[in-house]
């Protein structure tokens, strides 16, 4: 996998959702498709993010625990892992430690 995106457009404006546990920024690549590049803090209580597209999640660095829909069961993923949410679906996760990520909106 690369390890930079050329040719991109970036929205300024950072999407930050809960009080600053997880924060990204939109790009567009030159063929129209659209990732989040982003950090997620760590935190005590897992994070809940909803899909409205399909989501391929990336793992660039760090561990987290998520459970995917209404699936009961909870699965770790590192650095070089990556996970898929379906579209209309919710994902929640949690980490102690920094998780930096690429989310693919497939």
């Known amino acids: ?14 999407n930050v ?3 600053g546990h997880s924060i990204s920024h939109v790009i ?3 063929d129209g498709t659209k990732k ?3 950090v997620i803090l760590p935190t005590e209580k ?16 760090g ?7 209404d699936d009961p069961d909870t699965k770790v993923y590192s ?4 996970f898929n949410v379906p579209e209309n679906s919710k994902f929640k996760i949690i980490t102690d430690e920094v ?7 497939e």
Do not use: W
């Not at 809940?48 to 399909?54: N, P, Q």
């Open 1 to 14: 996998m690369p390890n930079q995106f050329d040719a991109v457009s970036i929205t300024k404006k950072a």
């Open 17 to 19: 959702h809960y009080e």
């Open 28 to 30: 567009e690549l030159e």
């Open 36 to 38: 989040t590049l982003g």
């Open 46 to 61: 897992a994070l809940t993010f909803k899909t409205h597209v399909s989501e391929r999640i990336e793992i660039i660095s």
């Open 63 to 69: 561990k987290c625990s998520v459970q995917i829909g």
């Open 79 to 82: 650095s070089g892992e990556s």
């Open 99 to 105: 998780i930096d990520y690429v989310c693919h909106l």
